[in-house]
């Protein structure tokens, strides 16, 4: 009776489980990685009361339908087209800090503090998403629903505008 040697091989199911690590982050895992956000560094933010959702990218936030394996829109500006997942309407890809909002309010690549969710920029916009609400991008739907709906105070900084006809318009958000 001498010892059997069981480090050859790795188990089926140690095969399988890597497997299926390696699928789910390459799928997955690049919606997990934080977009590193900070504000313009001498910019004073304004503080503006927002309603604020969550949202991720399955179909059921992003209204999109499986077609056999190829996804498409359901609803909104593009029915009918391919769906490109993990991509924002301003080409940007969706991560933790990507936030769809008013696009005639606040356009692409303002940034915003909210409390409990850290920076984010704008880079995303949505059908429901109009006025003063904003949509927080989060990598799964139970992160996205478990933040529910929140009435907070955020604090913007709208980007620099290309020609400015009359400097220092305080912008029209807040009052
Ligand atoms: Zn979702």
């Keep these: 009776m001498g010892r059997r040697r069981r480090r050859r091989k790795p188990g089926k199911w140690t095969v399988i489980l890597l497997v299926g690590v390696a699928v789910w982050f390459v799928l997955e895992g690049r919606f997990y990685f934080p977009k590193y956000i900070r504000p313009p560094g001498d910019a004073e933010p304004v503080v503006v009361e927002l309603d604020t959702t969550s949202y991720c990218h399955c179909r059921k936030c992003c209204s999109y339908k499986w077609l056999a394996f190829i996804p498409y829109q359901k609803t909104g500006t593009f029915s009918g087209r391919i769906k490109k997942i993990g991509v924002t309407s301003s080409g940007a890809t969706v991560r933790p ?12 690549g303002t940034i915003m503090h909210v409390p409990g969710y850290g920076y984010g920029r704008v880079e995303d ?3 429901a998403i109009k006025g003063r609400h904003i949509d927080l991008y989060r990598p799964n739907h139970w992160f996205a629903r478990s933040w ?3 009435k907070l105070k955020v604090k913007v900084w709208l980007p620099p505008k290309e ?8 912008a029209n958000v807040g009052s």
């Design 148 to 150: 529910g709906v929140k």
């Design 163 to 170: 020609d400015p006809p009359q400097q220092e318009a305080p």
């Design 97 to 108: 800090g990507s936030i769809a909002a008013d696009i005639s309010i606040y356009p692409y």
């Design 125 to 127: 916009t949505g059908g």
